[in-house]
C-alpha cells in the first residue's frame, strides 16, 4: 500500500510533449506541485469533472485512443452547456499496467481532440490499478454568457442540436442488440458513440440567444427533466420533430422506431437548449453559420411535467419510449 | 457498458450537504453541467489533481473517513506547497456498491478537513468500479506569492515544516514491519499517516520568505531532488539535524536507525522550502505564530547534486538511508 506509480514521470512527460497546446493564460503546467493558471479579468472559471470506467462506461476492447477522446470531450461538452470556452485540462489515470503503445495511443486521441480545441494538459496523476479515467475540463465564460439549467421560461422554444439516437443505436449494434445494419451504416453510428463532437462552438456562440442549455448525455428526456426541474416549468416536445442523422434512418427505418432511441438513448452529447421564440431567426441564422441542424422540437410550458406529444399531437406513455428506465 | 451510477443523485446530495461550506465566490456548485466560480481580480488560480486506489495507496480495510480526509489532504499539500490558499475542491468517486454507511462515514471525514480551510465542494462524479477517489483542489494565489520547485537559489538555506518519519514508521507498523512499539506511539504515527495534516497556513504565510518550496510527500530527499533539478542547483543537508517527533523518537530511539525514515519515509506532507539566510529572524517568527516547528536542515549548493552529511560531516552513502528506492 505505498504510492506505486506507473512510471510516472516519463507518461506525464509523454503526455505532456504529446498533447503540448501552448496558451499564455498557463503560467505553470505539468511538473510542480501544482498548475497556475491566469483567469483573465471580466471571466469566470466554469469546471466540469467525469469518469469513465472499463467494462462500465465503455467496453474493456475499446480503443485506447477512442477512451482519451470520449474522457475529454464529455467534459467539453459539459463547458458547453454552459456556454464556457475551454481553455485546460487535468487527467486522472489509473491503469493496470503502463504498456508504451496502449499510452501512445491514448495520448494520441487525447491530443487530437485537445488540439482541436486548444486545450492545454496543465496536470494530473498518474496511478495503478483498474482503468479509470476521470478528465476534468476548465473553461471561461463571461458572466452574462453562462448557460445555466434553471434559466428556462414558460413560452421558451426547445432545441436540440445536429442529431439523436445515434449513439445508443451505436451501442445496440456493438452489443449485438441491433443486427441486419450495412457495415458502412454500422460504422458512423458506433463513430457517433466512440468520438462524439462536443457541440462547443455551439455552447460560445448561444450568448444572447438561449436561456437554459444541457448537452444531452443521458438521453433527452432525462437530461430535459433536469432543466425543468431546476427552472420549475414543463414541457411539450414533439416526437415527430427530433432530427434523425441519415444513418439512423436507414438503421432504423421505422419513424416510430426510432423514438425510442432519440428520446431514451444517451451519449449523443448533442446540446439542448431553450430560446424565446422571437430568437428563432437568430438560431437559424447560427445554424447556418456553424454548419449544425437546430432543431426546435417542443415548447417550454407552465404546467409541470415533460409530456412528449406524438405525430398527431396525442401524449405519448413513457413505455413507449423507455422513458421508465431513469 | 451503459453509464451506471450508483443512486448518483442521492449520493451527490448527501455530499452537497455534508460538505456545506458557503463561499461568495462559488455562484454555481454542485447541480448544473459544471461549477461556475470567480477568480478574484490580482489572483491566479492553482489546480493541483491526485488519485488515491484502494490496495495501492491505502489497504482495502481503511476507515472510509481516513480514506476521504487523506485524498483532500493530499491535494491540500500541493496547494499549501505552492503558496495557495484553498477555495474549492471536486470529487470523483469510483465504488464498487453504495452502503450508506460507507458513505456517511466518507463524507463526514471529506467534510471535516474542508470545513477546516473552507474548502467548498464544486462538484464531481461518481461511478461503479474499484474503488478509487480522486480529488482536484482549487486554490488563490498572488502572483508573486507562488512558491515554484524551480526558485531555489545558491546558498538558500533549507528547511522542513513539523517532523519527519512519522507516516512511514507508522506504515511499517501497520503492515507489521515494526514491531514491539507502545500502542500510544503507535496510533499517533498511525495517524500521522491516515490524517496527515496539510500545511495550508504554512504555505500562504510563506510569501516573501520562501523561494522554492515542495511538499513531503514521495520522501524528502526525493522531493528535494525535484526541487534541486528544477532549480538547476544541488543541496548538502544534514542527517543529524532532521526534526523528529518524540512519537518517533520513543518507537526509533535510536538517532541513526531514524535516518532511514526521515530521509526517505513518504506520506508526511510537510512542507520543505528554501528561504536567503538573511530570513532567519522571519523564518523563526513564523514558527512561533504558527506553534509549528521549522528547522533548517541544509544548504543549496552551486555543486549540483544532493549530498547528505552525516553528525561528523561525513558525505552518507545512498545506501546509508535507502535513496536508493527512488
Same mark, same amino acid.
Given at each position: 500500500v505505498q504510492r506505486?506509480?506507473?512510471?510516472?514521470?516519463?507518461? =506525464?512527460?509523454m503526455?505532456?510533449?504529446?498533447?503540448?497546446?501552448?496558451?499564455?493564460?498557463?503560467?505553470v503546467? =505539468?511538473?510542480d506541485?501544482?498548475a497556475?493558471?491566469?483567469?483573465?479579468r471580466?471571466?469566470q472559471?466554469?469546471?466540469?469533472?467525469?469518469?469513465?470506467?472499463?467494462?462500465?462506461?465503455f467496453?474493456?476492447?475499446?480503443?485506447?485512443?477512442?477512451i482519451a477522446?470520449?474522457?475529454l470531450?464529455?467534459n467539453?461538452?459539459?463547458?458547453?452547456?454552459?456556454?464556457?470556452?475551454p481553455?485546460?485540462?487535468t487527467?486522472?489515470?489509473?491503469l493496470?499496467?503502463?504498456q508504451?503503445?496502449?499510452?501512445d495511443?491514448?495520448?494520441?486521441?487525447?491530443a487530437?481532440?485537445a488540439?482541436?480545441?486548444?486545450?492545454a494538459?496543465?496536470?494530473?496523476?498518474?496511478t495503478?490499478g483498474?482503468?479509470?479515467?476521470?478528465?476534468?475540463?476548465?473553461?471561461?465564460?463571461?458572466?452574462?454568457?453562462?448557460?445555466?439549467?434553471?434559466?428556462?421560461r414558460?413560452g421558451?422554444?426547445?432545441?436540440?442540436?445536429?442529431?439523436?439516437? @445515434?449513439?445508443?443505436?451505436g451501442?445496440?449494434i456493438?452489443?449485438?442488440?441491433?443486427?441486419?445494419?450495412?457495415?458502412?451504416?454500422?460504422?458512423?453510428?458506433?463513430a457517433r458513440l466512440?468520438?462524439?463532437?462536443?457541440?462547443?462552438?455551439?455552447?460560445?456562440?448561444?450568448?444572447?440567444?438561449?436561456?437554459?442549455?444541457i448537452?444531452?448525455s443521458?438521453g433527452?428526456?432525462? @437530461?430535459l427533466?433536469?432543466?425543468? @426541474?431546476?427552472s420549475?416549468?414543463?414541457?411539450? =416536445?414533439d416526437?415527430?420533430?427530433l432530427?434523425?442523422?441519415s444513418?439512423?434512418r436507414?438503421?432504423v427505418?421505422?419513424?416510430?422506431?426510432?423514438?425510442?432511441?432519440?428520446?431514451?438513448?444517451?451519449?449523443d452529447y448533442?446540446?439542448?437548449?431553450?430560446?424565446a421564440?422571437?430568437?428563432?431567426?437568430r438560431?437559424?441564422?447560427?445554424?447556418?453559420?456553424l454548419?449544425?441542424?437546430?432543431?426546435r422540437?417542443?415548447? =417550454?410550458?407552465?404546467?409541470?411535467g415533460?409530456?412528449?406529444l @406524438?405525430?398527431?399531437?396525442?401524449?405519448?406513455?413513457?413505455?413507449?419510449f423507455?422513458?421508465a428506465?431513469?
Amino acid at each position: 500500500v505505498q504510492r506505486v506509480n506507473v512510471s510516472e514521470f516519463d507518461l =506525464i512527460a509523454m503526455l505532456r510533449e504529446r498533447c503540448a497546446v501552448p496558451r499564455a493564460d498557463v503560467r505553470v503546467g =505539468i511538473g510542480d506541485d501544482g498548475a497556475v493558471l491566469r483567469v483573465p479579468r471580466g471571466r469566470q472559471l466554469v469546471v466540469a469533472m467525469d469518469t469513465l470506467v472499463a467494462g462500465v462506461h465503455f467496453p474493456h476492447d475499446t480503443a485506447p485512443a477512442d477512451i482519451a477522446w470520449k474522457a475529454l470531450a464529455v467534459n467539453l461538452s459539459d463547458l458547453a452547456a454552459m456556454g464556457a470556452e475551454p481553455a485546460w485540462a487535468t487527467l486522472a489515470l489509473t491503469l493496470p499496467r503502463a504498456q508504451r503503445r496502449w499510452l501512445d495511443e491514448f495520448a494520441r486521441g487525447f491530443a487530437q481532440l485537445a488540439r482541436a480545441h486548444r486545450v492545454a494538459l496543465v496536470g494530473g496523476d498518474t496511478t495503478r490499478g483498474a482503468l479509470t479515467i476521470t478528465v476534468q475540463a476548465h473553461g471561461l465564460v463571461s458572466p452574462r454568457g453562462t448557460l445555466l439549467r434553471g434559466a428556462a421560461r414558460v413560452g421558451d422554444a426547445i432545441y436540440v442540436s445536429g442529431s439523436l439516437g @445515434d449513439a445508443a443505436a451505436g451501442l445496440a449494434i456493438a452489443q449485438g442488440r441491433m443486427r441486419g445494419v450495412a457495415r458502412a451504416v454500422a460504422k458512423t453510428l458506433c463513430a457517433r458513440l466512440d468520438r462524439p463532437t462536443p457541440r462547443v462552438a455551439l455552447g460560445a456562440a448561444l450568448h444572447g440567444i438561449a436561456h437554459a442549455a444541457i448537452d444531452v448525455s443521458d438521453g433527452l428526456c432525462a @437530461d430535459l427533466a433536469h432543466v425543468l @426541474d431546476a427552472s420549475r416549468v414543463g414541457a411539450a =416536445i414533439d416526437a415527430s420533430a427530433l432530427p434523425s442523422s441519415s444513418a439512423l434512418r436507414r438503421a432504423v427505418p421505422d419513424a416510430k422506431a426510432r423514438r425510442h432511441w432519440q428520446l431514451s438513448g444517451g451519449d449523443d452529447y448533442e446540446l439542448c437548449f431553450t430560446a424565446a421564440p422571437r430568437a428563432a431567426a437568430r438560431v437559424a441564422q447560427l445554424a447556418r453559420t456553424l454548419r449544425l441542424p437546430l432543431t426546435r422540437i417542443g415548447t =417550454i410550458t407552465r404546467r409541470r411535467g415533460l409530456r412528449v406529444l @406524438d405525430e398527431r399531437g396525442a401524449e405519448m406513455r413513457m413505455s413507449e419510449f423507455g422513458y421508465a428506465h431513469f
